[in-house]
C-alpha cells in the first residue's frame, strides 16, 4: 500500500491508526475533479503540506454507500473540506450542496474560468473558498485552511470578478453612463471596428479605447474582442437599445 492518502471513488476517510495528535486540528481535503491530470497536479500540491490528508475521487462521493463516512465533528477529529473543481457532468452548485449535506464541513471550488453566475450560485450554495486554475499555490492553501477554519476566502482574480461586477451594479443603480459606454463600445467591437475607428467616433484616444476594451473583457471574463462579441450576442446585449452611430457626434 502507498504511504501517500490516494482514493479513488471508493476508501476510507478516516483518519489513520497511529496517528500522533498535531497542535492544531487536522485537515483532510477531499478533491472531486473530472479532469485526470488536474487532479494529479492538485494532489501532488496538496500532499506535501504537513497538515493536511489528501483524498481523490473523479466525481462527487456518496456518504451513504458507505465508501464514504460523514463528516466528522469534535476538536481531535479532522476536519474536512471539500476541493471541487468546476469540470465536473454534474452542475458544481449542486454538488456543493450535496458536499456540505453530508460529506465535508466546507467546500473550496476551484474555477476553470470566470464565472459570475457559478460564483453567486456557489457563494449561495454555502461554499466558503474561492480560486482560480493558475493561482499561486499558497493561495489555494490558504484557501483551503480558511475554510476548515470557518473563514471565507476569496482568491485575487475571483475578487476583480466580483469587485467589477458590484462596480456595474452601482453604476446602473445610479443612472451612471458606464453601462451605456459599454453596450456602444460593444456594438462598435462587433461590427468590426478599428480601435482608431472607434476612437474618432467615441471622440477620445485609442489608448483609451483601449484600456475601454481591456476593462470590459474582465467585466465579461473574456480574453478576447472575439469572445466578448460572442458573449454579448449569448446574452442578448446587442439587441435594443443604442445605435453605434449615436456617439458619433461626442467629439464636437
Known amino acids: 500500500m ?34 485526470e491530470l488536474l487532479m494529479l497536479g492538485l494532489e501532488r500540491l496538496l500532499v506535501q503540506a504537513p497538515d493536511l490528508k489528501v483524498f481523490t475521487y473523479s466525481s462527487l462521493p456518496d456518504a451513504a454507500t458507505g465508501s464514504v463516512s460523514s463528516a466528522a465533528s469534535g476538536p481531535s477529529t479532522p476536519s474536512r ?27 473550496v471550488v476551484l474555477f ?33 485552511r480558511s475554510a476548515a477554519a470557518g473563514k471565507t476566502y476569496v482568491g485575487q482574480r475571483t475578487l476583480d470578478l466580483l469587485v467589477d461586477w458590484l462596480a456595474q451594479q452601482e453604476r446602473t443603480r445610479r443612472g451612471r453612463p458606464g453601462g451605456d459606454q459599454d453596450g456602444v463600445l460593444l456594438r462598435l467591437l462587433a461590427e468590426g471596428r478599428t480601435t482608431a475607428d ?13 484600456n475601454r476594451a481591456s476593462m470590459l473583457y474582465r467585466r465579461l471574463g473574456v480574453h478576447s474582442r472575439a469572445a466578448a462579441v460572442r458573449l454579448a450576442e449569448q446574452r442578448g446585449l446587442l439587441d435594443g437599445r443604442g445605435r453605434a452611430s449615436r456617439p458619433a457626434g461626442a467629439g464636437s
Open 198 to 210: 472607434i476612437a474618432q467616433l467615441l471622440g477620445v484616444a485609442p489608448k483609451t479605447v483601449r
Open 81 to 107: 473540506v471539500v476541493l471541487l473543481s468546476d469540470r465536473q457532468a454534474e452542475e458544481p452548485v449542486q454538488q456543493c450542496e450535496r458536499a456540505l449535506e453530508s460529506l465535508a464541513e466546507e467546500v
Open 2 to 35: 502507498p504511504t501517500k492518502q490516494r482514493v479513488r471513488r471508493t476508501g476510507n476517510l478516516s483518519r489513520g491508526e497511529g496517528e500522533q495528535p498535531a497542535l492544531r486540528r487536522p485537515i483532510e481535503v477531499v478533491i472531486v475533479c473530472r479532469a
Open 112 to 144: 476553470s474560468r470566470p464565472d459570475l453566475d457559478l460564483l453567486v450560485g456557489c457563494m449561495a450554495a454555502g461554499a466558503r473558498g474561492f480560486v482560480m486554475e493558475g493561482d499561486p499555490p499558497p493561495m489555494l492553501l490558504a484557501a483551503i
